[in-house]
């Protein structure tokens, strides 16, 4: 099966840039999806298909997709984007598909 | 309005089995699979089951295999997930969320069921 692995955990002070990675075998070559899950409460979705942001995500969260690795990148980071971060995909099994998610990424702020 | 309506808390021994359900609302059952996704107590997310509503297929994930059951009652428009042969460690919050056909993203979740396996 298809795996994907997840930076367990990443820290950055408030204002800074965050980065969270997403690795896997030619994931360049699938379309991955990232969400925020804070305390509690069900996951969101942040960033679509590599790079697109849903409405009301606001424009700090990007997202790129190249090679082996898949990125988030979350710009002059706040308080409130502390939360984990997942990042997910479809895989092939035979003539069916199926869901690959990351083992998710505490992002702290400082 | 968009809705996932899922069934409450549940707490079943080792060895039972759940029946957990989710109530979607018109705009979510039909055109889009309806997936199940537990998350253990501070673990991650982890996919089971996606049920297609409009044909009634299912793909289950490998390890959830021979204990794990996804139905539809088109009816209700509510899709059902049963799981047999609980463990300690199934002990978990299950949500049914959504995705298109395609390679899709979960773009809407339902508020999750906790299970507490516990003797």
């Known amino acids: 099966s298809y795996v994907v692995t997840q930076p367990p955990s990443v820290s950055v002070a408030p204002g800074q840039t965050a980065t969270i990675t997403c690795e896997g075998d030619?994931?360049?070559?699938?379309?991955v999806h990232w969400y925020q899950q804070k305390p509690g409460q069900a996951p969101v979705l942040v960033i679509s298909?590599?790079?697109d942001r849903p409405s009301g995500i606001p424009t700090r969260f990007s997202g790129s997709n190249s090679g082996n690795t898949a990125t988030v990148t979350i710009s002059r980071v706040e308080a409130g984007d502390e939360a984990d971060y997942y990042c997910?995909?479809?895989?092939?099994?035979?003539?069916?598909?199926?869901?690959?998610f990351g083992g998710g990424t505490r992002l702290t702020v400082l | 309005q968009l809705q996932l309506v899922q069934s409450g808390t549940e707490v079943k021994e080792p060895g039972a089995s759940i029946k957990v359900s989710c109530r979607a609302s018109?705009?979510?059952?039909?055109?889009?699979?309806l997936h199940w996704v537990r998350q253990a107590p501070g673990q991650g997310l982890e996919w089971m089951a996606w049920?297609?509503?409009?044909?009634?297929?299912?793909?289950?994930a490998q390890m959830f295999e021979g204990r794990l059951s996804v139905t539809r009652d088109t009816s209700t428009t509510t899709v059902f997930m049963e799981l047999s042969g609980l463990r300690y460690d199934d002990t978990a919050t299950y949500y049914c969320?959504?995705?298109?056909f395609g390679s899709g993203a979960f773009d809407f979740w339902g508020p999750g069921t906790l299970l507490n396996v516990s003797s």
């Open positions: 969320a959504r995705t298109d």
């Open positions: 018109g705009r979510a059952f039909s055109g889009y699979y």
């Open positions: 030619n994931i360049g070559r699938k379309s």
């Open positions: 049920v297609n509503p409009n044909s009634g297929a299912t793909k289950n």
């Open positions: 997910q995909l479809w895989e092939n099994s035979g003539a069916q598909r199926y869901v690959v």
């Open positions: 298909y590599d790079s």
